[in-house]
């Protein structure tokens, strides 16, 4: 079975700190993405990589960056933490060419005060 | 730009009886794949089933099956004999790439026993 785990299920931050947010997947997986979900909105992707240290923003990646320097993991990174970024993040990771279904983590869900 | 439609916010089903979740898409595209993930309440989103879109046949898995609607861009997902596990949000998902994937707002199903 694929597996995707992420470092922390619940986190509370203070406005303006710096927030790691890690990701691990165990199969090998070209790809990785990071999404955020909110209520009546889905999911929005952040950023997305397709190797290591490769990464190409998504729809929504003002706030945020990211950093694959190994294959198996995908760090998102807020620099400078603010409450319109509390939200559930999710991390997910996909074969690579022919093999598009995606495999997700548990999630995190930030809060920023 | 590709866009996921699922209007029914929340949709709600008795134990045993059958459900259908609706979702339509918009998409220049001829080759593409369809999704339909679960996410249960505080749990990690799965995949339920996935539709090639060259394929005429709709995709089956055990009591979740699709209606594929290619020309009309329509991809509904049916739950058979509802058990209250299947309570959950139900994302539709399209993309046509490796790094490019569109999520429905989600429709949130309760089962009642």
């Known amino acids: 079975d694929v597996k995707v785990t992420q470092s922390s299920r619940y986190l509370v931050k203070r406005t303006g700190e710096k927030v790691f947010l890690e990701c691990v997947q165990d199969m090998d997986h070209e790809n990785m993405f990071w999404y955020r979900q909110d209520p009546g909105l889905g999911l929005r992707l952040i950023y997305f990589?397709?190797?290591?240290?490769?990464?190409e923003k998504g729809d929504i990646p003002e706030g945020y960056s990211v950093s694959r320097e190994k294959k198996e993991r995908f760090s998102l990174i807020l620099e400078s933490a603010s409450t319109n970024q509390t939200s559930m993040y999710l991390c997910?990771?996909?074969?690579?060419?022919?093999?598009?279904?995606?495999?997700f983590g548990p999630g995190t869900r930030l809060t920023v005060t | 730009a590709q866009t996921v439609t699922q209007s029914q916010p929340e949709m709600s089903v008795q134990e045993a009886e059958t459900v259908t979740l609706s979702c339509t898409y918009d998409t220049s595209e001829s080759d593409y794949y369809l999704f339909w993930y679960k996410q249960p309440p505080s749990r990690q989103m799965i995949l339920v089933i996935r539709?090639?879109?060259?394929?005429?046949q709709n995709a089956t898995e055990n009591r979740f099956s699709v209606n594929f609607q290619k020309a009309a861009k329509s991809f509904s997902l049916k739950i058979s004999d509802s058990q209250l596990g299947d309570a959950a949000m139900y994302f539709c998902a399209y993309t046509y790439n490796n790094n490019d994937m569109r999520f429905g707002a989600g429709t949130r199903l309760t089962v009642k026993p």
């Open positions: 539709q090639e879109a060259y394929k005429q």
């Open positions: 990589s397709y190797d290591v240290k490769m990464k």
């Open positions: 997910a990771s996909s074969f690579g060419p022919e093999r598009y279904e995606q495999y």
